[in-house]
């Protein structure tokens, strides 16, 4: 635990002007983001009497070691730099709002040829016009079947589009009048990107006039007597408005808005966001967030909108779905100052944006609706974790005192050896804080000094690299003396030569555009130290992992090694392994982890091995690319057709030269060529095409 008074900027240092702040803890993790308005007087209350702080501030300011801050002009840029950090840098004790699920949305491909209508998740595509999101698939694909009688745009993927389009057959859609079938010519591209366009307007809320229009046209018939086409049409009517349905008015002056509530209490809140277009609920979200630092309803609402509209721009109204910057934003609270936040909304949206509090009416009464979601949406959130929460605190208690360990092991790295009867032999790291899996510092390692099949010297290389690297991280910032390490880490497969450490203090006041770019500022792969280091293997696997640590003077670390045979717990130096009970919460844990690093271990084996099965001799020819190595077996045919070409043959392909076409036939002529293929049913000799 840090003293904040041993890394306290001196007095007069700090600046009186908008900025940005940053806390780091030992290791220079960034651990802490904000913003003020008066950079001096906001870090100066965290150096106040420690009885003082609130206890979530009173654990950020012990566990940092240094502060630095970089000035900007004025709150906007602080809150747009504030955004970008925390997205950068993920900080422990900043306000994260988490989705309790991943929400799907309807999305419409306008980027492709044949625009498709499907469900999509994760972030959002450039070209793409989204709708949603919403709170369940099946909600979509109803919506989606009733539309499609009356704007029969193309659903299905590109394999069955292609393959639909060479056997000259639509699919079943296409044949029950569900799709325009453009993979057969029924429809232009321009025509089905005109019923795409006016799937999008319709779904944007803009409904009146294609009913409007539709009832002409089955008077039109009926009047005509064509009443099959009549019926035909009041059916579309129909089916259009059991859609709408789903979507009732709730605002009656036909508003894009979107309306934040947050639920919360002493440790946690939850935020909920009704996306409302033309006066429908067109999309709803809600996260989930831990409250580490000591905010109130008006921070946690500041936050949610940095969240929401960070990474939207241009006008929600223009873009036809949920994303974008609306028109009004309603909130239970005002940010204090909220001038900064409504210009940085305004910005974003290109045109004036209302950030208020409604105070009666259908926006007030929606509000109240929203509010009881959140609270809901809290109560349901806790009800699930609560178990997970003592289960996991359960299990590293559990661990740490099964292995005798000083504190429970929050940080948790795993390593498991994987290769085909010795080929391809490769390294898997997983990485488990507070029991749950951080798969962004997943490493993956290639074996390089071992050849063969030995588990045992390669978890030696692994370990090795894996700290090495920790240590120049360490050296970069102090911490470690560069004596005590001498010529070893320039040996390392993966060390490198020791940079000098740049000059600590504040960080230099420069433009915000240019702060995230610092290398220094950057998060280290492998510069955060974890408790427990955790082997796939036994007795062998756990004394090469410890004489890997010995050897680089890391006495810090503890080490174990989960047995698969009969799920025993090594320890380094102990002739007798730890039985945990087949009930232990612990042993669950381990096991997790350890499978964990068995899958992601395997996924990169098998990568490996399929792309050097895949490999071609001339992906050995220096400086021949994939464009002339494409030119030369189109030309040829095959690899055996032109390792049997003369230089002056292989010459003649556009774009060889005689130097490369010399450089082709002796890397061909080197290399080996592979023993005949046989038909396994038949015995037969396969001749190489």
């Given at each position: ?72 002009s004025t709150e906007v840029e602080a809150l747009q730099l504030e955004y970008t950090w925390i ?603």
């Amino acid at each position: 635990m840090a003293d904040p008074s041993t890394y306290r900027p001196k007095p007069g240092e700090i600046p009186d002007s908008p900025g940005v702040y940053r806390f780091r803890d030992e290791h220079r993790r960034v651990i802490y983001v904000g913003k003020a308005k008066s950079l001096r007087q906001r870090l100066n209350n965290y150096f106040q009497d420690l009885a003082g702080l609130h206890p979530r501030t009173r654990t950020m300011v012990t566990t940092a070691a240094s502060v630095e801050w970089t000035v900007v002009s004025t709150e906007v840029e602080a809150l747009q730099l504030e955004y970008t950090w925390i997205q950068e840098f993920a900080p422990r004790f900043n306000v994260k709002y988490r989705d309790d699920k991943s929400y799907p949305s309807l999305a419409v491909t306008m980027n492709e040829e044949f625009p498709r209508v499907q469900v999509m998740r994760g972030p959002k595509k450039k070209g793409v016009r989204y709708f949603g999101p919403y709170g369940q698939a099946w909600a979509i694909r109803e919506t989606v079947d009733l539309l499609l009688r009356v704007f029969p745009v193309r659903t299905c993927s590109a394999g069955v589009f292609k393959r639909s389009a060479q056997i000259g057959r639509p699919c079943l859609l296409g044949y029950i009048g569900k799709c325009s079938a453009p993979c057969v010519g029924r429809v232009t591209p321009e025509e089905h990107r005109e019923l795409a366009e006016e799937f999008c307007d319709f779904m944007a809320g803009h409904t009146g006039s294609y009913l409007r229009r539709l009832e002409r046209e089955m008077q039109e018939a009926a009047e005509e007597l064509e009443y099959e086409r009549a019926a035909r049409l009041r059916d579309d009517i129909d089916a259009l408005k059991r859609a709408m349905e789903k979507n009732a008015v709730v605002l009656t002056d036909a508003t894009d808005a979107d309306l934040i509530a947050v639920a919360e209490d002493e440790l946690e809140a939850a935020v909920q966001i009704f996306h409302v277009r033309g006066g429908r609920v067109r999309g709803q979200r809600g996260w989930v967030t831990d409250k580490v630092e000591e905010v109130g309803t008006a921070e946690l609402v500041e936050h949610a909108l940095q969240q929401l509209y960070g990474a939207e721009q241009g006008d929600a109204s223009a873009g036809g779905g949920s994303g974008g910057v609306p028109k009004e934003v309603l909130v239970p609270a005002l940010p204090e100052p909220v001038e900064p936040i409504t210009q940085w909304l305004t910005e974003r949206r290109g045109a004036q944006v209302s950030l208020r509090i409604p105070q009666r009416g259908d926006k007030r009464a929606l509000m109240e609706t929203v509010n009881r979601n959140a609270e809901h949406a809290l109560v349901l959130h806790k009800t699930k974790r609560a178990s997970d929460l003592t289960t996991r605190s359960r299990a590293l208690e559990e661990i740490a005192e099964a292995l005798d360990l000083d504190s429970a092991p929050l940080r948790i790295e795993c390593f498991d050896i994987s290769h085909l009867q010795g080929d391809d032999v490769v390294a898997s790291m997983v990485v488990f804080e507070d029991g749950l899996a951080r798969k962004s510092e997943y490493r993956r390692f290639q074996i390089k000094s071992v050849a063969g099949q030995d588990d045992v010297r390669s978890m030696h290389e692994v370990i090795s690299r894996r700290f090495r690297r920790y240590l120049v991280e360490k050296q970069k910032t102090g911490e470690w003396p560069e004596e005590e390490l001498g010529g070893e880490l320039e040996s390392g497969p993966e060390g490198g030569t020791p940079q000098p450490r740049p000059a600590t203090g504040p960080a230099p006041e420069q433009p915000a555009q240019g702060a995230t770019r610092d290398e220094e500022g950057r998060p280290k792969k492998f510069a955060y130290p974890p408790q427990l280091v955790v082997v796939d293997g036994g007795q062998p696997q756990v004394a090469a992992a410890q004489a890997a640590l010995d050897e680089l003077g890391i006495d810090d670390v503890a080490v174990c090694g989960l047995a698969k045979r009969l799920e025993e717990v090594w320890l380094p130096g102990e002739s007798d392994p730890v039985v945990l009970p087949r009930s232990s919460e612990g042993l669950y844990l381990l096991q997790r982890v350890r499978d964990e690093a068995h899958r992601f271990a395997i996924r990169y084996q098998r990568g490996k091995r399929g792309k050097r099965l895949r490999g071609s001799p001339l992906d050995a020819v220096p400086g021949l690319g994939e464009t002339r190595k494409k030119a030369l077996l189109k030309h040829f045919g095959s690899v055996k057709k032109l390792r049997a070409a003369s230089v002056e043959e292989i010459s003649q392909v556009p774009g060889v030269g005689r130097k490369t076409a010399e450089t082709v036939a002796a890397a061909l002529s080197q290399a080996a060529p592979p023993g005949p293929a046989v038909n396994t049913a038949t015995g037969e000799i396969v001749e190489e095409e």
